[in-house]
């Protein structure tokens, strides 16, 4: 008996650590990654993001602030669950961030049926279109932006480019990356002779490098991501076909891409991203000097995406409140300058107007240091008309 | 002469070029007790498989009580009244002695096997019978003893008991003594005594004593094929016999 | 019209032949989990992480040494060593054990490993480049195929061959046959059968670490290489029937070839065609293509 | 018959751990999610541990029974009975389906058949998008409200009037389920598992018991995925995916093979273990991964079997180790 009483004990200490008993004058901020699992190399970096944006505010309307990580193991299933977890036993009601746009959805409905408020960076254009809601914000430009906003410059820059091949993951986010590529290159008057699917999981793209070979075109357009994307690069430059065509990976990581592929590999490649450290505004050099000085590190996309939405949540707390719809009315048309440069809030469909870049890999000698690895050839910010996006927010 | 209960007629078995059973032809009769013997090798086993439907037959046929059941399923067998027990104990280890039993008879009504909706209760299994048996096996009161717990002897009778539940008219018993310590021949011996008043019985047997004293025949097998069949005098005396088994311990 | 048709046709011959590499690069990948359970009927689902540790240990070896060659050497060599101490603690108790112990096990050392890589590497994946030598594409007409895939192609057989030479030709493999069979009877012949299994194990490790060094400059080294490779493995050697050589040679160019044409006509369907293809085959033949029963 | 444990012991220790788990868990969505994939693993439990079928399709009828119970649910109001039902119907058809033509094989190729089945579902879930919603999943599962005869209809809004409807079925299919493995069937599946050949020999159809009890963990799976698509008023793709059938296997284990307790307790351990750890390590899957091997090698009856010789030393009776495998 002494041991079950013992164990009772164990049991409601770990519950209370678990639980994170919440004072009056705490805020917590929940904190939506991939921890652990296959995506498990984001996560680690977004915890950094919005730990450093809660270090630099210090305190948001008089609350202690404090960070609680709920991690979704790489699977929307689980993420689904912890959150509705935290918010049935700790009125959660600030959420930032996702990797997958699935977990992006699912978490997005519980925390609206809780009235909370959601911030979240990913890609699949339903967010802030059909599937859009009040509760949910979105900071990273969609596929219509990410197509528009690199293609775009590669084209103006490479008259010469007539024909074009895709290389697209088959599911909803490479299908819509797909229209919109079609969409742009019909105005243009370039002709896309061909196009691959590849599944999620797959790992060998000599077949669908084949078939881009054989159709020579002026330009591969990689529509996918992640590490489905550094292995198309890596094996389409073993192919050969950086010295036959340009190459455009639309939806990159940034950094990691560019330091997963060393620069032998992605010397000339363009790469779009939603983040480059190099950004003059002001709002991302003092971002970037406090990365360097708390992690010694130059930010990646998750870490500075994570930031960003983490000073959205926390700065608008620290104006008017808790009260979500307060909150939820100010972010609404706000404008403010963040690391990307002036973004604002769209009321519309709650879709933030930030910048996309557009860089090009820099060869090894032309690094100015280990973190110089592109040169930012443009940043644009392209999005579809509000009316557009089909979004009705419920 | 009494009619035959078991009646094979050539029956073969192949794999590839080698013949395991080579137009093997023999009676049994009803009521009695049938030995077969031969070296190692001689198809023995092979035959008992046949028999029981363990494996298919080549060619041949296998008459039981008057149907040929050859290329009936395995499964299907004990129903008609073939029991087997195993050379090698082959029991359900985790399970009681009597659950054993009981599975063994149940067998008999396939349709029994598919009840989810209740536990296993005492009408499920016939109790006299299974009394009965225990009691010839001398194993009374070890109704709830997991059958690993049992003596390597004790399974071995368990497993004629095994093929006793299921009220067999023919029972195949593959080497029943094998393993078996010399005080626990005597018992296995004197149970194969006892079963001959209710069912007929074919046997395997490398050991001398139990073949002269238990069987009324006994059929010779070598290399696939019967060359000598008759009394347990008989056969002793029959050179073909002899020399098949010469360099073997007879 | 003639452009089309010449066109189809250095098409198909791209898909042939990539195929063919391809199922090679696949029977590499196959053919440590065929030896292993055909000399020790063992079933090893940790072989994928011993694929992917093979691919990062290639990659820190080539960070520090600044050498592809070192790096392509060690790979194998360390996680043959690394297999070798698994054995000796872990594996050898499970020789006797059912495949369902076996299987369990063996997930439970692949999350082991896969997550003791993640602390070690970090969870970004790594980079390697092909030797200077190797980079490039080598050209016949119209028909480019990389330096660095022929080389694996190369290294595929010249590896392939010498461990059939070893198992087929030599007494190694004759008592390691043997011993499997009957242990107790190969060790009253004073051959020291734990040694023996250890050996074999860790031969068929090493072929995984080998596999995992060659493709890492195709695919990079990631933790969760492992888990895409093992399924390949698997259904390579499935198809072939488990234990035979010849069958995972066989099982490793047909998914080959059916992976490279079917990116043609239905890319996204390639993992639901080569499931299906396994599906059949172990319907259709129940010990796979080469396997015994 | 057996000296198995009354029935009455089963009803009050599977009351009492509905009862007693939103208290001792975290939070009541946690103690839901334990209860739900208690009953997939006592699914998988069936097979493996009573017949001895090692299945790597589990995840297959846990995300078909997700995405049926989903689709009927959003397309049809039919409410809550008919969709279950419907579900259960779903998984066991298909559990039988793959039951039959798997068990033609044995051994490893068994083992890869089902995983090749479950394969091709996750890649088939995959690719109907226009059905399954794809990567994306099914959004907006509703849970139908319970339409009983007398009674004003239930709705199960909250999490934790959803618990309770969890709680409800999970202790109906748990003391069914405790039934079965206790039945004539039970013990026919009990004496494959232990020798299929003696099995056949003595008159069962050893492939129809196969098939059957691939109906029944198809069936308890199913429902389990239905609930949980129901419990996150979502239907992700992950549930179909491989790694789902390994956590199962792996909760299986865990608990303890042969003992229905054994499989809650193992879906209790994992989720608590799993939610507690992954917010204090990221890489807490080497845990996991070291606790399945040292329950494997050293612990082969799980923390059932622990519980039960430690409970039996404690009351200083502890006989034989024998004794013991007869009460799973």
Redesign the interface.
């Given at each position: 008996m002494l041991t079950k009483g013992k164990m009772i004990v164990a049991a409601a200490s770990a519950l209370m650590i678990t639980s994170g008993v919440a004072t009056a004058a705490e805020l917590t901020i929940y904190n939506v990654a991939s921890v652990s699992g296959a995506f498990a190399n984001f996560g680690k970096q977004a915890e950094k993001g919005v730990k450093l944006a809660i270090e630099a505010k210090g305190k948001a309307a008089g609350m202690d602030l404090k960070m609680v990580t709920v991690d979704t193991e790489s699977n929307a299933g689980k993420a689904a669950r912890k959150v509705k977890a935290v918010i049935g036993k700790d009125d959660a009601k600030f959420f930032i961030g996702s990797t997958l746009s699935s977990t992006a959805l699912a978490v997005g409905k519980e925390v609206n049926k809780a009235g909370g408020i959601y911030i979240n960076g990913s890609g699949a254009d339903e967010i802030t279109g059909k599937q859009c809601n009040k509760s949910m914000f979105r900071w990273s430009a969609p596929t219509y932006g990410a197509v528009n906003a690199s293609l775009t410059t590669v084209l103006d820059r490479n008259p010469n480019i007539k024909t074009v091949y895709t290389i697209t993951p088959k599911y909803v986010f490479g299908e819509a990356m797909l229209e919109n590529a079609k969409i742009l290159l019909e105005k243009r008057g370039i002709k896309l002779v061909g196009n691959s699917y590849h599944s999620l999981k797959e790992s060998e793209f000599s077949g669908y490098i084949g078939q881009a070979m054989a159709a020579k075109p002026d330009l591969l357009l990689l529509l996918n991501f992640g590490s489905l994307a550094t292995n198309t690069i890596q094996q389409a430059v073993n192919f050969g076909l950086k010295d036959k065509m340009k190459i455009l990976l639309v939806w990159s990581n940034g950094i990691d891409h560019l330091r997963t592929l060393g620069p032998k590999i992605s010397e000339g490649i363009y790469f779009g991203s939603q983040y480059w450290h190099d950004e003059e505004a002001p709002a991302n050099k003092e971002f970037v000097a406090l990365s360097r000085k708390m992690f010694g590190e130059t930010p990646n996309y998750p870490m500075a995406h994570y930031y960003q939405m983490t000073k959205l949540m926390l700065d608008a707390i620290d104006k008017v409140g808790t009260d979500p719809v307060k909150i939820r009315a100010h972010l609404e048309g706000l404008s403010y300058a963040g690391i990307t440069g002036d973004e604002m809030i769209r009321a519309e469909d709650h879709q933030v107007e930030k910048y996309f870049y557009l860089l090009e890999g820099k060869a090894k000698a032309d690094m100015n240091d280990d973190d110089d690895l592109a040169a930012t050839l443009s940043k644009k910010k392209y999005f579809l008309p509000t009316s557009e996006t089909g979004c009705v927010l419920g | 002469m009494v009619e035959a209960l078991l009646d094979v007629r050539n029956l073969t078995k192949r794999y590839g070029d080698f013949h395991a059973l080579n137009d093997v032809t023999m009676k049994v009769e009803k009521g009695s007790v049938h030995g077969v013997i031969g070296p190692n090798g001689a198809g023995k086993t092979t035959f008992f498989h046949c028999i029981?439907g363990?494996t298919p037959s080549s060619d041949g046929e296998i008459v039981f009580e008057g149907r040929n059941i050859e290329g009936l399923?395995?499964?299907?067998?004990?129903?008609l009244g073939i029991?087997?027990s195993?050379q090698v104990n082959?029991?359900?280890?985790?399970?009681?002695v009597?659950?054993n039993l009981?599975?063994?008879s149940?067998?008999?009504e396939?349709i029994?096997?598919?009840?989810?909706?209740?536990?296993?209760?005492?009408k499920?299994?016939d109790q006299r019978r299974a009394e009965s048996v225990l009691h010839r096996l001398g194993l009374d009161g070890e109704e709830?003893t997991?059958v690993?717990?049992l003596s390597h002897g004790q399974q071995r009778l368990l497993e004629v008991g095994?093929a006793l539940m299921?009220q067999p008219h023919l029972i195949l018993l593959d080497e029943p003594t094998s393993g078996m310590g010399v005080d626990d021949v005597p018992k296995m011996i004197n149970l194969i005594k006892g079963l001959r008043e209710e069912c007929t019985i074919l046997l395997i047997e490398h050991n001398i004593r139990l073949v002269s004293e238990v069987c009324d025949t006994v059929t010779v097998l070598q290399a696939g094929a019967v060359i000598a069949q008759g009394t347990p005098e008989h056969i002793s005396q029959d050179e073909h016999v002899k020399s098949a088994y010469l360099g073997e311990e007879l | 019209m003639r452009v089309r048709g010449s066109f189809l046709m250095s098409l198909y011959l791209f898909q042939t032949l990539n195929g063919l590499g391809l199922g090679l690069i696949y029977f590499l990948m196959g053919l440590g989990l065929t030896i292993i359970f055909g000399m020790m009927n063992f079933v090893n689902f940790a072989h994928g992480v011993f694929y992917a540790a093979g691919a990062f240990i290639c990659y820190q070896f080539i960070a520090w040494t600044g050498m592809f060659w070192v790096g392509l050497f060690a790979g194998p060599i360390v996680v043959g060593l690394l297999a070798l101490i698994l054995e000796r603690f872990l594996i050898r108790r499970l020789y006797a054990s059912d495949h369902a112990v076996q299987i369990l096990v063996t997930i439970g050392l692949m999350l082991i490993l896969r997550e003791s890589i993640l602390l070690i590497w970090g969870t970004v994946p790594k980079n390697v480049s092909p030797p200077e030598i190797l980079s490039g594409v080598l050209l016949i007409g119209d028909f480019a195929y990389p330096k660095y895939r022929l080389f694996i192609i190369g290294v595929t057989i010249v590896a392939s061959l010498g461990v059939w030479l070893l198992l087929e030709r030599t007494r190694f493999g004759m008592t390691v046959r043997a011993g499997s069979e009957n242990p107790i009877m190969v060790s009253m012949l004073g051959v020291n059968t734990s040694k023996l299994f250890a050996a074999t194990f860790a031969l068929g490790v090493t072929l995984a670490g080998l596999a995992g060094g060659l493709m890492a400059p195709i695919r990079g080294a990631s933790a969760f290489m492992g888990a895409e490779a093992l399924g390949i493995a698997f259904v390579v050697v499935v198809i072939g029937g488990m234990g035979s050589f010849v069958g995972a040679l066989a099982g490793g160019l047909i998914v080959g070839l059916v992976q490279s044409f079917t990116s043609g006509f239905w890319p996204e369907g390639t993992n639901v065609m080569i499931y299906s293809v396994m599906a059949l085959i172990i319907m259709l033949r129940p010990n796979g293509l080469f396997g015994r029963s | 018959m057996s000296t198995s444990v009354p029935f009455r012991v089963h009803i009050a220790a599977s009351v009492i751990i509905a009862a007693a788990l939103p208290f001792l868990v975290p939070s009541t969505v946690l103690a839901t999610e334990i209860l739900i994939f208690g009953m997939a693993v006592i699914g998988c439990n069936l097979l493996l541990g009573y017949t001895g079928l090692l299945s790597f399709g589990q995840a297959l009828f846990f995300g078909a029974g997700a995405y049926i119970a989903s689709l009927t649910a959003i397309h049809w109001e039919i409410g809550l009975i008919p969709v279950l039902l419907l579900t259960i119907l779903a998984g066991a058809i298909l559990a039988a389906i793959v039951g039959y033509l798997a068990i033609r094989r044995q051994g490893i190729y068994f083992v890869m058949l089902t995983l090749a089945f479950g394969q091709l579902g996750y890649y088939i879930a995959f690719l109907a998008e226009e059905i399954t919603g794809g990567e994306d999943g099914l959004l907006d599962v509703p849970r139908p409200p319970l339409e009983l005869p007398l009674l004003p209809d239930m709705t199960f809004a909250n999490d934790a009037s959803f618990y309770g409807l969890t709680a409800v079925i999970f202790v109906l299919c748990f003391l069914m389920m405790q039934r079965l493995v206790d039945s004539p069937l039970g013990s026919v599946l009990k004496a494959i598992r232990q020798n299929e050949k003696r099995a056949e020999a003595i008159g069962y159809q050893v492939r129809l018991y196969k098939i059957a009890v691939f109906a029944f963990s198809g069936a308890i799976t199913a429902l389990a995925g239905g609930l949980y698509a129901m419990m996150l008023n979502f239907a992700p793709l992950s549930n179909i995916d491989i790694e789902t059938s390994e956590q199962i296997l792996f909760m299986a284990v865990l608990g303890g093979l042969g003992s229905l307790y054994g499989s809650v307790i193992g879906a209790g351990v994992f989720l608590v273990a799993s939610d507690f750890f992954s917010e204090l390590w990221p890489r807490w899957m080497l845990l996991l991964g070291l606790f399945l091997v040292v329950v494997m090698m050293f612990a082969p009856g799980g923390l059932w079997h622990g519980l039960v010789v430690g409970f039996e030393r404690l009351r200083g009776r502890h006989k034989t180790s024998t004794e013991e495998n007869d009460h799973g």
């Open positions: - | 029981a363990t399923p395995q499964h299907d067998r004990p129903g029991g087997r195993f082959s029991l359900f280890p985790d399970l009681p009597i659950e009981r599975l063994a149940q067998a008999l396939p029994h096997g598919f009840i989810f909706w209740r536990a296993v209760v005492h499920d299994i709830q997991l690993r717990a095994m299921a | - | -």
